[in-house]
């Protein structure tokens, strides 16, 4: 046998040993006790920011899951929650003033999402509500602004004017003669339109930009439309601002 046929067995019976080696280990390794990871006590404290329309509903619901004692590894997990308006809690983002930072944020509207978004990537260069992606910004619920009305009020506007629409509220609420003058009760007294100012809250902002789209028809509606003086002053006859 030449030595290089030697070597090359010699090789191989090494090889050997070591897989062997390596097998025995494996057994005696699993014979023994295994590794427990290290269990903390500590709290995991859950920080959710959610908008005023939501908020009793998420409350009620942390509530619940607070007293069924869920864990996660072994830590105790608790939800607090923050009621507040979309437009604050936009403003507190961008001046980083939210402490704690939220773990998770419920917002009135996505658009508000993106505008944080945009205001962290021009100061960072980069995404903090990443839009793209398994990790892209959902939102958990779309729904369309609606109008709340009792029927019996409902039918005297239908009557008068064939639908309920912006421009039906404008001219039901700028009604000098009240419910009466519409068709209604005079005990009724006067049309209530009651919307948020917009200036101050989020809903009333989505109020004014969807009077803006049926005012000018159309479903783009810009800054310039919202700011024009005629529409401006047809909003304030129904004291919208």
Do not use: C
């Not at 930072?101 to 990443?130: C, M, Q």
């Amino acid at each position: 046998m030449n030595r290089t046929r030697i070597i090359f067995f010699v090789i191989i019976g090494l090889a050997i040993v070591i897989v062997l080696g390596g097998v025995v280990l494996n057994l005696v390794t699993n014979q023994q006790e295994p590794l427990q990871p290290e269990v903390s006590d500590e709290v995991l404290e859950i920080h959710i920011v959610s908008a005023l329309p939501v908020a009793e509903w998420v409350q009620e619901a942390a509530h619940q899951f607070n007293a069924e004692g869920h864990t996660l590894e072994g830590r105790p997990i608790h939800v607090t929650v923050t009621p507040m308006d979309g437009l604050t809690a936009k403003g507190r983002y961008e001046r980083e003033e939210m402490d704690p930072l939220p773990t998770a944020w419920i917002p009135d509207s996505r658009y508000l999402v993106e505008l944080v978004n945009a205001a962290y990537k021009e100061r960072l260069g980069r995404d903090v509500f990443l839009t793209d992606g398994e990790y892209r910004a959902r939102p958990l619920a779309i729904s369309l602004l609606t109008w709340g009305i009792y029927d019996s009020r409902a039918k005297v506007l239908e009557d008068q004017y064939g639908e309920l629409s912006w421009q039906a509220i404008h001219d039901a609420a700028i009604a000098p003669g009240g419910w009466g003058e519409l068709g209604g009760q005079n005990e009724w007294g006067y049309f209530k339109l009651a919307i948020s100012n917009p200036r101050k809250n989020i809903s009333g902002l989505a109020a004014m930009v969807a009077a803006a789209g049926e005012y000018f028809g159309k479903t783009n509606i810009t800054v310039e439309d919202v700011t024009d003086p005629a529409f401006q002053a047809w909003l304030s006859e129904i004291r919208l601002l």
